[in-house]
């Protein structure tokens, strides 16, 4: 599973990274995913939203078994 999310978010790195942000992948402990954002994302008041509307969408659209997203604060 850990993998499949990994692929997922190295899809949509790119497009966090055109903002000067990236994504780091810490671990997948019982379907929830535990994400870093860092760069201009680590604090940014819209990185809530991103993380829920964009990237929780796309990773659980391609791996339904997963149950949520957290940002682990960096």
């Keep these: 599973m850990k993998d499949r999310v990994?692929?997922?978010i190295n899809r949509i790195r790119?497009?966090?990274q055109m903002d000067g942000g990236d994504i780091?992948?810490?671990?997948?402990?019982?379907?929830?995913?535990?994400l870093r954002l860092v760069g201009s994302c680590s604090g940014c008041p819209s990185s809530t939203a991103t993380l829920q509307m964009?990237?929780?969408r796309a990773i659980r659209?391609?791996?339904?078994?997963?149950k949520g997203v957290e940002a682990i604060p960096s």
């Design 6 to 8: 990994e692929q997922v």
């Design 14 to 16: 790119p497009a966090v």
């Design 24 to 34: 780091e992948l810490v671990d997948v402990v019982d379907g929830i995913v535990k």
């Design 54 to 56: 964009g990237i929780e």
């Design 61 to 66: 659209a391609e791996v339904p078994e997963i």
